[in-house]
Nanobody
């Protein structure tokens, strides 16, 4: 199995930057796709982007401002967020797919990001 834990959330001013990290433990080497989601209370969870062997892909709302990367040695997933806007305020979740495992999908508990003056 895989365990995921996010860190790096906090309060940041509009236009600022923040870097989130998702630490994967357990059978992290079996993860084929890593995703970042975010959720605002009362709204559906939204895909921010994902990374696989083909590289990263981003949602339209964050493309050009956010960068997803993965460190295979540290078993970590990163989300570098720049030019943050108040509408980026949400709880950010890490998600991993590991098709060889049962279950094959894992979630972290989330880290809260607030963009405000």
């Amino acid at each position: 199995q895989v365990q995921l834990a996010e860190s790096g959330g906090g309060l940041v001013q509009p236009g600022g930057s923040l870097k989130l990290t998702c630490w994967a433990t357990g059978e992290a080497a079996t993860i084929t796709v890593f995703r970042w989601y975010r959720q605002v209370p009362g709204k559906q969870r939204e895909l921010v982007g994902f990374i696989n062997n083909d590289g990263p892909t981003y949602a339209d709302a964050v493309r050009g401002r956010f960068t997803i990367s993965r460190d295979y040695i540290k078993s970590a997933l990163y989300l570098q967020m720049s030019s943050l806007k108040p509408e980026d305020t949400a709880v950010y979740y890490c998600n991993a797919q590991a098709p060889r495992l049962t279950p094959s999908e894992y979630w972290g508990l989330g880290t809260e990001v607030t963009v405000a003056s």
